[in-house]
């Protein structure tokens, strides 16, 4: 048994790693470094091979000329929680720490005398006040909340958890270069090594060279060309000049306002809709935060509860007098 599955590992290594003949290339893939919340994002005027990508097949997780991260197809300005109007409201954000800003300030920590900040509650003790994150004191930072749902995150993560959020400014995606069709499985069909084994790129693919040639001992070895999408080549003298715009990328999310349904930037890695969402499937809406074992539920908006809309959802009469159902 232990030989037969040593010889079916070696022959599936072997495949890999020479011609893969189309085999999964063009499955969707996530680069490894957008599991980094440092990680700012991809630059459009590059080109990223990561070449042990185990959501692939191929092994290849291609990056051809895209900007931001596949997780966050709107971006953030920031990581969305350091306005002074959510630091008055509890501890904030912690880009430069809720500390620093008070230090920096020169405000007092005192809860009876604090002109802007509650320095009261930056004690370095306090789990709420961490340097290691971002935290909101405001429900609008909750799941469910318009922060929240700007905000980038973890990939397949909802954002719940403090370590989970993106610390840094993140450039959205390009309507015309978006990661859909920039970013997935793909393998080396051509190159400068007349000895190596390339693949055969499939239907709906174009093998196009993409890596040069620079002698950079390990990178010299994924130099030459790589299987992408037809009609998604880039042009330098013409780059992509228009951000995702609601309803362009990112998840299918419509929320109703002023009696009027429109699209909105949602980016991916909620586990529930805010306050009316239309429930076009039965998704999840989110109930009022609760605190997690303390008595104040205003100190950790981002514990929220959940419901199908089909047992919560409530309908609602648009403008032209038509009717939705939304989340409460």
């Known amino acids: 048994m232990r030989i037969l ?5 070696a022959v599936g290594a072997s495949l890999i790693g020479s011609n893969c003949g189309g085999s999964g290339v063009g499955d969707p893939c996530v680069p490894e470094d957008e599991y980094l919340t440092t990680f700012s994002g991809f630059a ?3 080109v990223n091979v990561e070449s ?53 300030l020169n405000v ?11 320095c ?34 973890v990939p397949d993560r909802d ?17 015309d270069r978006r990661s859909e069709d920039t970013v997935y499985c793909s393998c080396r069909c051509a190159g400068p090594d007349r000895s190596a084994r390339y693949c055969s790129c499939p239907s709906g693919f174009t093998c196009e060279p993409l890596v040069d040639d620079l002698g950079l001992g390990e990178k010299g070895q994924l130099a030459g060309s790589y299987c992408i999408r037809d009609g998604t080549r880039y042009e330098a003298s013409s780059p992509p000049t228009t951000s995702c715009r609601a309803g362009e990328c990112g998840e299918d999310v419509e929320k ?17 809709e805010a306050s009316g969402t239309v429930c ?49």
Request: hydrophobic residues 35%; charged residues 20%.
């Open 5 to 9: 599955l040593l010889l079916a590992m």
């Open 44 to 46: 459009v005027g590059e």
């Open 52 to 104: 042990r990508s185990f959501q692939c097949l191929t092994r290849v997780c291609l990056v051809n000329h895209f900007q931001g991260r596949v997780s966050c197809p709107f971006g953030q300005a920031e990581d969305g929680y350091d306005s002074e109007a959510v630091v008055a409201a509890g501890c904030g954000p912690v880009k430069n720490s809720g500390r620093a800003k008070c230090a920096a």
């Open 108 to 118: 007092a920590a005192s809860s009876s005398d604090p002109p802007d900040f509650q």
């Open 120 to 153: 009261a509650n930056l004690d370095p003790g306090d789990d709420n006040c961490t340097d290691a994150g971002s935290l909101c004191a405001d429900a609008t930072c909750a799941p469910g909340g318009e922060e929240h749902a700007k905000s980038c995150r």
């Open 159 to 175: 954002g719940a958890e403090l370590e989970d959020r993106i610390q840094v400014p993140v450039d959205p995606q390009y309507v």
């Open 256 to 272: 109703v306002e002023n009696d009027v349904v429109v699209p909105v930037e949602r980016n991916n890695g909620n586990t529930c």
């Open 280 to 328: 076009n499937e039965d998704i999840y809406c989110c109930k009022a935060p609760v605190a997690n074992g303390g008595d104040n539920a205003a100190n950790e908006p981002w514990i929220v509860g959940r419901a199908r809309c089909s047992e919560v959802g409530k309908n609602v009469t648009l403008a032209d007098n038509s009717s939705v159902r939304v989340c409460p």
